[in-house]
């Protein structure tokens, strides 16, 4: 499985972005988002089951929303009111079976 993401760039305080994360092949198969900010740990942001049960870390909840469209394979991060401590390389991932698949990455940058 290949997945490649996309929608990440430079956005001011408050604003919004959508991430989205395309997965080769067929299948349904639990996905999600973590971020890594300079000098730090990657850190889960979000997961979506095989259907459409979600969870957050508690930086993130009721600000951003994963959410996947089953026809496309493909799953997305919309986040709102974007803030500074938010600025990272977001990567996306899935899992299947016992193996783990990562996108390369796409940065997120919160500045003014």
């Known amino acids: 499985v290949q997945l490649v993401e996309s929608g990440g760039g430079l956005v001011q305080p408050g604003g919004s972005l959508r991430l989205s994360c395309a997965a080769s092949?067929?299948?349904?198969?639990?996905m999600g988002w973590y971020r890594q900010a300079p000098g730090k740990q990657r850190e889960l942001v979000a997961t979506?089951?095989?259907?459409?049960?979600?969870a957050y870390a508690e930086s993130v909840k009721g600000r951003f929303t994963i959410s996947r469209d089953r026809s496309k394979n493909t799953a997305y991060l919309q986040m709102n009111s974007l803030q500074p401590e938010d600025t990272a390389v977001y990567y996306c991932?899935?899992?299947?079976?016992?193996?783990?698949?990562w996108g390369q990455g796409t940065q997120v940058t919160v500045s003014s």
């Open positions: 991932n899935a899992v299947i079976g016992r193996i783990e698949f």
């Open positions: 979506i089951s095989r259907g459409v049960s979600a």
């Open positions: 092949g067929s299948g349904i198969y639990p």
